[in-house]
């Protein structure tokens, strides 16, 4: 057995890699604690907490955070409008900075020098995990064994993993007839990896929330946003059909995965740049983050000033860009929160939406800050409008 080395507070999610680093970490000589994050994800979490305890964890640490993940990450990227590339929500950046906080948290409850997770050297996350670390807590250590040579040399690949864990007795979920990888969280699911790193296979699997085509009848839905102290965040959804009604923000998104996930929404298959230099294919399912993004642009665009707009546009690409990134915590988009949270005082109203096989459809506004004047324009009445003024507007604008 190694000399003991301290304390680490491993980030668990209970599947392959952790699992394997968990036993791992032991062989190196570290006492673990896991720290396993509810965010939302479908998981049987007193069944992953024997496990982490079989595998010899010295505590375990389940901690809801699924409401300061909605309220605080989500919340600010739906003001924000933020996306990746034209087309990611961002389901995964958003919550590892929301995860890595709880982990800085546990580590310095429990007075351990080191924490660790399980992201690869080639991905996002190990920059997400880590520099959210290191904002919060200067001074922690971070162990990433797949950085680590005399990890990845032992590993290569996923094949070498699962010996390693059926050798010790390790009961993972990932088998090599189905190696992907997937992370699920309340914003979306992820798949990655394995078969779907060749661009060119179709995949044909409607796994996560959505079904094959998406349910036939339309879903019309009425969603309201509010001003004031919480700045621009949903605060009632109504079903129109039902009048069902979902108020608290983690009811209210929970209860959208549900019908937009029914309807095929929000799932896309893509190739996106990755941080660290290449370029991967994710496919994503964000069934609630695709009809609020809808929602919040459509009220956005209803009450706010046109050149605001523009410039917050400008902001919200460079927003998504620095959470992508692994930037939440930076000085940069510290300040960028601020502007847009600022941007959306006047940003009030109420959505009516339908969602129907994949696509959200909106239907209607209104707005006590609505910009829009019926009567100016109007093709039936003249309104406080002259005409002929805009001869010369077209003339002043032919000059070059």
Known sequence: MAQSKG????????????????VWLKEQGYDVITYLANIGQKEDFEAARKKAVALGAKKVYIEDISREFVEEFIWPAVQANALYEDRYLLGTALARPCIARKLVEIAQREGAQYVAHGATGKGNDQVRFELTCYALCPNIKVVAPWRLPEFYQRFPGRRELMDY???????VPVTPQTPWSMDENLMHISYEAGILENPKVIDHGQRGRHGAEGVSCICSLIGNFTAGPSVCVPVKVTNAGDGATRSSALELFVYLNDIAGKHGVGRIDIVENRFVGMKSRGIY????????YHAHLDIEAFTMDREVRKIKQGLALK???LVYNGFWHSPECEFLRQCIRCSQEQVVGTVRLSVFKGQVYILGRESPQSLYNEELVSMNVQGDYEPADATGFININSLR
């Open 7 to 22: 304390t680490v507070v491993l980030a668990y999610s209970g599947g392959l890699d952790t699992s394997c680093i968990l």
């Open 165 to 171: 864990a059926k050798k010790h007795g390790i009961p």
């Open 285 to 292: 399912e964000t069934p609630a983050g695709t009809i609020l």
């Open 319 to 321: 927003f998504s860009e």
